[in-house]
């Protein structure tokens, strides 16, 4: 007899956890710097536009899967496709995506970690530009003091998913999310002082085509499945804990709109720092801990800045992290009757160990020729492997399942239980059987280099 599935405590609550799942390093990390990379305004607007059209009908479709189903990943496909070993190996993937994030997010947010210490501390003070880098690139190549903060972050985000469901990640995803839009909006109106805050609302909102290519459509779609946590099974695995009671499509609509305005709030705040001390918006990926020291050292009051920046983007790498872990954690629940302490505890430990080559990228201690053989650093490799295959695949099947094989009955009767937008299943129908599928097939041939969309444009 299957034990009695824990559900959220409230729609509230589930909003919060969602939307804070979603609400990663994605939103905080990869959002401003890609956005920077292709141009601001017209890029913004086209992910908005994917995250609505594509992103919204991925999401609807992961949440149906699991509340119909009441079980993980697996446990989803297996038991709505006769256990058919094709579709519970894209449950599988979900779950191996899950962890592999996990191994080398925990790295990334482990240096978060580090910067909220060394803000404590004012590192910043009498150094310059290159300096600042340096601190960084110490840190990178420092394997004792990674680990360290790689162990710490995982160890924390057990922590909170031990408790379960209701006491473990909705309280914690309660507080977390609350805080981090508190704090957010708190430096985007600090922001709001600066001189560049005028410029940063141009870039952001103010389309300019001279600086946009036609592979920036894929970018904004592949970003904004990225923002919306889809192909992981984090949404499957969430959807799982929903009651029969809540509206699913304007249930995905709040958490679209919450996770696009967190973004774009994060991409204020960042430009208009940028802006006011004359940096390009096109510093990429290190944007965070190479570039924006250097400017919160020259603002007034940079200690409580610096500090409060770093604060917040620990607290958004935990909200998703605490999501990654409950995927892998539901599923060896669900599939082999362990005790969820039992599956935190050897989740965590898994995690870790398998982030320590990541960890030890910056160093020689392990793989030194990682590089050489692959390209890049063992961290990248997993990071494209992910980025690149994993969760463009995901997104990919999940909605083909949805679209072509679900009995159209589950689809309609969970996409109509508790909402007043029942005329909307057949348009979502529609873009889950067609737009979804082909638009991350196109992101899948491009990441890849199969195809290359700019080459039809070119004059």
Same mark, same amino acid.
């Given at each position: ?35 920077g !990379? ?7 607007l086209?992910?908005?536009f ?18 119909r189903?009441?079980r $993980? ?6 038991s ?5 070993? =094709? ?11 899950s ?12 240096? $978060?970690?580090? &910067?909220?210490f060394?803000?404590?501390? !004012? ?5 310059n530009?290159?300096q ?42 309660k507080?977390m ?18 001189? $560049?805050? @005028?410029?940063?609302?141009?870039? #952001? ?13 894929? !970018? ?8 919306l946590? =889809?192909g ?7 959807g799982? &804990?929903m ?8 249930t ?7 996770i696009?305005?967190v973004?774009i709030?994060?991409?204020l705040?960042?430009? %208009?720092v ?5 940096? %390009? ?5 290190g ?10 050292a020259?603002?007034? @009051? ?11 983007f ?15 954690? +539901?599923?060896l ?5 362990w005790?969820?302490?039992k ?5 965590? #430990? +898994? ?6 080559? %990541? ?15 692959? @390209?890049?650093?063992f961290?990248?490799t997993?990071?494209? =492997?992910v ?6 695949? $995901? @997104? =990919?099947?999940t ?11 589950? %689809?309609?009767? !969970? ?16 873009f ?5 599928? #082909?638009?991350?097939l ?7 280099g ?6 039809f444009?070119?004059?």
């Amino acid at each position: 007899m299957q034990k009695q599935r824990e559900h959220w405590s409230s729609h509230l609550g589930f909003i919060l956890a969602a939307a804070g799942s979603a609400i990663g390093l994605g939103t905080l990390w990869k959002f401003p710097y890609v956005t920077g !990379e292709n141009g601001g305004g017209l890029f913004v607007l086209i992910y908005v536009f994917c995250t609505f059209f594509i992103g919204i009908p991925v999401f609807i479709a992961e949440l149906i899967l699991g509340r119909r189903a009441q079980r $993980g990943a697996v446990g989803i496909f297996a038991s709505l496709s006769n256990n058919s070993t =094709l579709w519970k190996s894209v449950g599988w993937l979900g779950v191996i995506s899950s962890f592999l994030i996990m191994s080398f997010y925990s790295v990334l947010a482990g240096w $978060g970690m580090n &910067y909220i210490f060394m803000s404590l501390n !004012e590192f910043y003070k009498g150094l310059n530009a290159q300096q600042i880098s340096q601190v960084f690139e110490t840190l990178q190549s420092s394997g004792d003091i990674t680990l360290f903060w790689h162990f710490l972050f995982t160890a924390l985000t057990l922590a909170l998913v031990y408790p379960g469901v209701r006491h473990g990640i909705e309280y914690w995803s309660k507080f977390m999310t609350s805080t981090l839009f508190i704090l957010l909006v708190c430096l985007c109106a600090y922001s709001f002082t600066l001189e $560049g805050f @005028g410029q940063a609302v141009k870039f #952001i909102f103010s389309p300019d085509y001279s600086h946009f290519k036609a592979s920036g459509v894929l !970018e904004a779609l592949g970003l904004s499945f990225f923002t919306l946590s =889809l192909g992981q099974g984090i949404m499957l695995t969430y959807g799982s &804990y929903m009651r029969r009671t809540e509206d699913i499509p304007k249930t995905s609509g709040i958490i679209a709109v919450m996770i696009i305005f967190v973004s774009i709030l994060a991409g204020l705040t960042i430009f %208009s720092v940028i802006f006011s001390f004359g940096f %390009s918006p096109k510093s990429g990926p290190g944007l965070v801990f190479k570039t924006l020291p250097l400017l919160f050292a020259k603002l007034p @009051g940079s200690l409580f800045i610096s500090t409060t920046f770093f604060t917040l983007f620990v607290f958004t790498a935990l909200t998703s992290a605490i999501a990654l872990v409950e995927v892998v954690v +539901a599923n060896l629940i669900d599939l082999f009757g362990w005790s969820r302490q039992k599956a935190v505890l050897c989740t965590g #430990i +898994a995690c870790f160990i398998f982030g320590i080559p %990541s960890a030890l990228s910056g160093t020689n201690l392990l793989f030194a020729n990682w590089s050489l053989i692959y @390209g890049k650093t063992f961290f990248a490799t997993i990071d494209s =492997l992910v980025s690149v295959w994993l969760l463009p695949l $995901g @997104g =990919l099947m999940t909605a083909i399942f949805a679209g072509w094989f679900l009995d159209k009955t589950i %689809s309609s009767e !969970e996409f109509e239980y508790g909402t007043k937008y029942k005329w909307l299943w057949r348009p979502w129908l529609f873009f889950i059987k067609w737009i979804a599928p #082909i638009a991350i097939l196109f992101i899948i041939l491009q990441q890849s280099g199969l195809i290359n969309i700019d080459s039809f444009f070119l004059k």
